[in-house]
């Protein structure tokens, strides 16, 4: 597999949760999946050299650097990847673009959608390949989801429940940070966007949006002994109506206190139903209206071999994937596409379609009434 590849050179900016998970799926991919090229961990970049020289000698980087603009002005370096905080995701990327390297940013695209189009837009213009995070649409259980969606399994879909809830903002002694900013940041841009990315996976487009978003916790430490004022969402609820016909809510709450991985959906049809929660992530349960009287109930289907591509993982059924192989799944997609052998699975013009949906919501809880997604 990995050797004797063409090499696909990646600058990695940001070493933190999600640097070092991209980090374990480019080195779990190339072995794992038949990939078009051999990624090569060349150069990473943070905040300072010591931070970059210290995550390269931990990652396996061959180089760190304080600046990463040196990732940019390299020409050995053909992918930027973005793990950084949100609000540097735009000039990182459209500065990578402009130097014709392939762009891999961690979602929300960008704090705006206006951003988020001016990046898609550089990206197409460019003719480079561009992926953002959302990962979990990567778990062979959704695509089963989908699949039995699209097959009628269900029937007739009337109705969805979606939500993303996790703790990580509960404490309201947690100093602000990057995601209470008040430009792009909140619960519902943070991890609503996942909600939302996966509703759409499963239904297909959302049409419009009745909103909701509260800010609970209305200051934090700012880190100097002060306090600041908390703008943003800590919990944000949509109503959603889809295009196809059928309706349903997402709630982002990331002061769920002992929540640490709700990304959960569950999806009612005329002759069946669907019930997912991330925090269990290899099972899906499946309920089916044709079950004889007496013997109805939700079964639990084990994620195994026969669901692409846990089998290139493990075996063995039921011996469970990680949050960390569904960033290998979302390398191995993207090096795909970047090879030009398929599409790319979400590239920034769908990462702009989530920022839009995500400031439609917004719209609506500020404004009042249902809004259409543009
Ligand atoms: N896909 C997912 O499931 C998921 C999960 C968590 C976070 N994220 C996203 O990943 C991004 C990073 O989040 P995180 O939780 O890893 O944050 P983090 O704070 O753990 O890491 C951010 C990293 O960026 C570095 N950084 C900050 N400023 C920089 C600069 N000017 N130059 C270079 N590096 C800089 C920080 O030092 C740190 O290493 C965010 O956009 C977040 O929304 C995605």
């Known amino acids: 597999m990995a050797g004797s590849k063409p090499r696909l050179r990646v600058g990695l900016i940001g070493t933190g ?28 970049a943070d ?36 793990t ?15 130097a014709g390297k392939h762009v891999y940013c961690e979602k929300p695209l960008a704090p705006l959608a206006a951003d988020a189009r001016e990046m898609a837009e550089a990206a197409e213009a460019a003719g ?31 109705s969805y429940r979606g939500v993303h809830a996790e703790d990580y903002m509960a404490d309201a002694a947690a100093p602000f940070g990057f995601r209470n900013d008040p430009v792009g940041g909140g619960a519902l841009a943070d991890i609503g966007s996942h ?35 908390v703008e943003t969402d800590d919990v944000g609820r949509a109503f959603l109506r889809f295009d196809s016909g059928g309706t349903g809510s997402v709630e982002a709450n990331w002061i769920a206190m002992g929540r640490k991985m709700q990304h959960d959906f569950e999806v009612y049809g005329s002759k069946g139903a669907l019930a997912f929660s991330q925090e269990r ?33 493990c075996v063995a059924p039921g011996h469970q994937l990680g949050f960390n192989d569904l960033k290998a799944i979302e390398v191995a997609r993207y090096m795909d596409a970047i090879a030009g052998n398929t599409p790319e699975p979400f590239n920034f013009r769908a990462g702009l379609r989530i920022q839009q949906l995500v400031e439609t919501v917004h719209r609506s809880s500020r404004e009042g009434g249902w809004r259409r997604i543009a």
Request: glycine share 12%; net charge negative; with cysteine.
């Open 195 to 229: 909600a939302l990315a996966t509703a759409e996976y499963l239904l297909g487009p959302i049409a419009e949006v009745l909103g909701d978003c509260a800010t609970v916790i209305a200051s934090r430490p700012d880190g100097s002994g002060g306090s600041r004022a």
């Open 47 to 82: 905040r300072t050299e010591a931070l970059a020289a210290g995550a390269a000698a931990a990652l396996g980087f061959a180089n760190g650097t304080g600046d990463w603009q040196t990732i940019i002005a390299d020409p050995e370096i053909d992918l930027v990847d973005i």
């Open 84 to 98: 950084a905080p949100n609000a540097l995701h735009k000039e990182m990327a459209l500065a990578a673009i402009a």
């Open 128 to 158: 480079v390949k561009t992926q953002v995070g959302f990962n979990y649409l990567c778990n062979p259980m959704l695509g089963l989801a989908r699949e039995m969606i699209e097959a009628g399994e269900l029937g007739e879909i009337r």
């Open 281 to 313: 992530f290899n099972e899906l349960h499946f309920y089916s209206a044709a079950d004889g009287i007496g013997r109805r109930g939700f079964r639990r289907i084990e994620a195994g071999p026969d669901h692409a591509p846990y089998g290139r993982f």
């Open 17 to 44: 949760f999600m640097g070092k998970t991209h980090v374990f799926g480019f080195a779990a991919a190339p072995r794992v999946f038949d990939l078009p090229y051999e990624p090569v961990l060349h150069t990473v």
